[in-house]
């Protein structure tokens, strides 16, 4: 029963922190050759080029609040909790929007903390799984959207265009904490690729003009907590990621058709259990080959780019959330949700093949595995970063591990700060300092050296709510709230 199912295990997905791989290829490839980090104007999909979300502009802004350092605000209309992308000086996001939607919820223990309440009153599980379905829920039969692309001009805020791509009831429901629209748009400058989960694909042009579109089989998702995973983009192929609870598959379509190119199963790999995740693919263009890499429930699995498994690692997690990325020519994989003390991070190197075998201890495996340590506290919703030789795991809960990226070390583990909490948008880094947004819409910058230490705190302002992991592109940083978008930037006078 799925009341037992609730009961057992309510773990809330937020599912925006997926990682999108590589479009703009110059970027990406100096990101993943060994660039510390890069200084992109064009941010073409979610963290950014090579999905390493660091820049080297020294006129980023480190400080800002509701007023300061902010160039201008756009209103957004609908919610959605997909990043923001920009290319030529045009800024894209998708938003679903009907009257009287449920507004999200805070952290990650809402609904655990209303299912103990229930209990403490003695309300049976079937009861208890309707106020769960009615208060926290919103189901394909109970509202109708718009689904949107709207496009703002970089340098002013203002709207360009707004195009309704598609209007109706949605393909599979959601937690109130996910959105209807939390899959990244990714572009390679020719054309903006939109994606809902269960629901299909658009091409549109820079004028907002559809190209085509893919219709895609709505699929059970867990517990109806909805999509998240982003499209992943190889110069002409869009790579989709589906795990559910009936048939995971990934799949390749073409750009500039839309038409299917190839799909594999990926049903098998959870034996038992759940098997919906929210992770995004990420192509990883190593020194050997190009791969699509895709963590899912119990495994990350390799493949070719018509769709051949290349490698798999039993990375031993149940909720894949956070994307895998690479930094100086190595593979990192975070897969911090499953059964308590699992949280695993590894190193994978070019030219796996197999199954990859798993280490008796943390450290160095064999199969191209650098390292693998089942306990070091992986990330469960945002995706960790790497800058200058660190990957930062940032937890859900404020949470931060620091990790040397050639062995896996840990250089120290700290909470952020007392006010530091309810994090699902991913950490980004720029100025030998690392960003955190929380849900609230609190920035805490970290000092980017072997101890904690907090540069500076951030806020927006009271009524702003942040699960979107913001953009950079070049000295501006874009930040998406619930209802809003702020382009942060130096007043013109620190920028001369």
Request: hydrophobic content about 40%.
């Amino acid at each position: 029963m799925r009341s037992r199912r609730l009961l057992a295990l309510l773990t809330i997905t937020a599912a925006v922190a997926a990682a999108v791989p590589t479009t703009l290829r110059a970027e990406a490839k100096a990101a993943d050759a060994g660039a510390t980090a890069v200084s992109p104007v064009n941010w073409p999909q979610f963290r950014g080029p090579g999905a390493l979300p660091v820049s080297d502009n020294p006129k980023l802004p480190k400080t800002w609040s509701a007023t300061e350092n902010v160039e201008w605000v756009a209103e957004i209309p609908g919610m959605g909790w997909s990043s923001p992308i920009v290319w030529g000086g045009k800024v894209f996001l998708t938003t679903a929007s009907a009257p009287d939607m449920k507004q999200p919820s805070l952290g990650t223990d809402f609904s655990n903390e209303y299912i103990a309440e229930l209990q403490k009153q003695g309300v049976s599980e079937e009861e208890l799984e309707k106020k769960i379905y009615e208060r926290d829920m919103e189901m394909p039969d109970q509202i109708k959207l718009s689904y949107r692309l709207v496009c703002v001009d970089l340098e002013s805020g203002k709207t360009v265009w707004d195009r309704e791509f598609h209007a109706g009831n949605p393909p599979v429901g959601r937690h109130r904490k996910n959105s209807f629209t939390s899959e990244t748009p990714v572009t390679d400058g020719k054309a903006v690729y939109v994606y809902v989960a269960h629901l299909g694909l658009w091409a549109f042009d820079f004028a907002g003009k559809q190209l085509w579109h893919t219709p895609l089989e709505p699929h059970q998702v867990y517990l109806d907590f909805g999509g998240g995973t982003s499209p992943a983009l190889w110069k002409d192929r869009l790579f989709v990621l589906s795990d559910n609870e009936d048939k995971s598959f990934i799949a390749a379509f073409d750009t500039a058709t839309g038409k299917e190119l190839w799909r594999a199963d990926r049903t098998t790999l959870a034996e038992e259990g759940r098997r919906s995740g929210w992770a995004t693919p990420f192509v990883w263009n190593n020194e050997l080959r190009t791969e699509v890499v895709a963590v899912g429930t119990g495994f990350a699995v390799s493949y070719d780019l018509d769709g051949k498994e290349l490698w798999r690692l039993p990375i031993q997690s149940q909720i894949a959330i956070a994307s895998p990325f690479a930094w100086q020519g190595t593979l990192y994989i975070s897969a911090g949700a499953g059964p308590m003390p699992v949280k695993p991070l590894a190193a994978i190197a070019a030219g796996a093949s197999g199954t990859i075998e798993l280490p008796a201890e943390p450290g160095p495996g064999k199969d191209k595995l650098l390292w693998y340590d089942k306990t070091a506290g992986g990330s469960y919703l945002p995706t960790p970063v790497a800058y200058d030789g660190v990957i930062y795991v940032l937890n859900e809960k404020g949470i931060l591990a620091t990790h040397d990226a050639a062995t896996g070390k840990q250089i120290y583990k700290s909470r952020i700060h007392a006010e530091a909490r309810n994090f699902t948008a991913s950490p980004w880094a720029y100025g030998d300092a690392v960003f955190m947004i929380n849900e609230e819409g609190t920035t805490f910058v970290i000092d980017a050296g072997n101890e904690m230490k907090v540069l500076g705190i951030n806020r927006l302002g009271d009524d702003e709510f942040v699960e979107a992991t913001p953009a950079i592109s070049g000295d501006r940083l874009l930040i998406r709230t619930q209802n809003k978008l702020y382009s942060i930037r130096q007043a013109q006078a620190a920028r001369s």
